[in-house]
Every structure is written in structure tokens, then in C-alpha cells.
């Protein structure tokens, strides 16, 4: 089965500097996707940013971006320019090819310092 | 396009008794999965359907069940309440005809049993 592995319940970065998120994931298939998810204090789920497995180069949007290690089964999260609305707890997400569910990992709850 | 939308938004119910949640998806999306959220388990597949058909079922007791209908709403119930229900509900629709998928949520039903 699938896992997915945050090991920062709570990290704290100040206004304007970069913090990075990390997340693994176990798994024996080839094909998938990864996702961060943000879901700020009004609970409204939100996706950040996607990676396709096949796709060698890191995903980015704006300010955030990916280090994906396919064989080191990694997937941090990098955002830049931290902003306060930035807050929010970010869950690290695994969709396979054969399972119609998606396995989220526990979230990591950040908070931007003024 | 309008995003997922999840009605009600919240709920107050007693033991024993059953509640029904709402979701519709983003147009043209056929696939709804629906998520149970709580600070304990985190997050946790409960089924999702497709074309009216439930493709895929976590693993959450038979109280816990669903349906779509052919314009791709869904709807979940939940019989016979226990305490341990409550939580926040997340439905998440996707287009569905490849695996893997992205997924957009919608607000989530935040479910309170007394």
C-alpha cells in the first residue's frame, strides 16, 4: 500500500524568507502523481502544485516549487518569499495509477512570522 | 468554472440519528470522492463514484455509504451516528477517466454529533 510521510507536524518561517516542507512516499508503481495540498484556517482545500512521476523536472508555480528525488521516493516543497497567507496547514499527496483514492500524509502546520 | 460546492456547510446532529451531505462537482467532472477529516486520523478516503457507480471504497463501516446521480452530484449518507463521526467531510471531484487524476475540493461539511 501506498504511504505518504510528513515528518514536520509544525514549522514556523519569517515573512519574505524560504522554508522547505519535506514528504516521502512509499510505493512499487512507476506512474503517479504528487500533489501539495494547502487548506488555510478556513479549511478550504487548495492545490499548490503537481508532479507527474515521468516528468523529470521539477514542477513550479510562482513561488513554490518541487525537489522531486523519484528514487529516493522524496518530495519536498519549497516556497519562497514566504507571505503571511501563506499560513495554513500543507498536506503532501499520493495518486497511483490503480487506486481511485488519494493517500495524504499527516500535514505540516506552518506558520508566517511578521 | 465554479468550483466544487458541498452543502450544508455545517451540521449539529444527536446519536442515532442519520444525515445526509451534499456535493456537487466542477462541471464536466464525472468522479466525486468523498473524505473524512478529523485531527486524530487525518485524512481518510471514504468511496468514490464514477458515472454513477461507486468505483472504489475505503475502509469505513456500512453506515457509511453514497450515491451519484447522472448529472455527477453525489450525495453521502451516514446512519446511526456515533460521536466518533464527527468530523469535517470533504468531497473532491475530477474529471476521472485516467488514473492518476488531480483533484479540486470543495469546502468541506463540518459534521458535529452530540
Known amino acids: 500500500a501506498q504511504t505518504v510521510t510528513q515528518s514536520q507536524p509544525e514549522m514556523s518561517v519569517q515573512e519574505a524568507e524560504t522554508v522547505t516542507l519535506s514528504c516521502t512516499y512509499d510505493t512499487s508503481e512507476n506512474n503517479y502523481y504528487l500533489f501539495w495540498y494547502k487548506q488555510p484556517p478556513s479549511r478550504q482545500m487548495i492545490l499548490v502544485i503537481r508532479?507527474?512521476?515521468?516528468?523529470?523536472q521539477n514542477a513550479t508555480e510562482n513561488r513554490f516549487s518541487v525537489n522531486f528525488q523519484k528514487a529516493a521516493k522524496s518530495f519536498s516543497l519549497k516556497i519562497s518569499d514566504s507571505q503571511l497567507g501563506d499560513t495554513a496547514m500543507y498536506f503532501c499527496a499520493f495518486h497511483g495509477p490503480n487506486n481511485n483514492d488519494m493517500r495524504f500524509g499527516a500535514g505540516t502546520r506552518l506558520t508566517v512570522k511578521p | 468554472k465554479a468550483g466544487v460546492t458541498q452543502t450544508p456547510r455545517y451540521l449539529i446532529k444527536t446519536r442515532g440519528q442519520q444525515v445526509t451531505l451534499s456535493c456537487s462537482p466542477i462541471s464536466g467532472h464525472r468522479s466525486v470522492s468523498w473524505y473524512q477529516q478529523t485531527p486524530g486520523q487525518g485524512l481518510q478516503f471514504l468511496f468514490e463514484y464514477f458515472s454513477e457507480t461507486q468505483r472504489n471504497k475505503g475502509n469505513f463501516p456500512g453506515r457509511f455509504s453514497g450515491r451519484q446521480f447522472s448529472n455527477s452530484r453525489s450525495e453521502m449518507n451516514v446512519s446511526t451516528l456515533e460521536l466518533g463521526d464527527s468530523a469535517l467531510y470533504l468531497c473532491a471531484s475530477s474529471p476521472g477517466l485516467v488514473q492518476p487524476d488531480t483533484q479540486y475540493f470543495g469546502p468541506g461539511t463540518r459534521l458535529t454529533v452530540l
Open positions: 508532479q507527474e512521476a515521468y516528468k523529470q
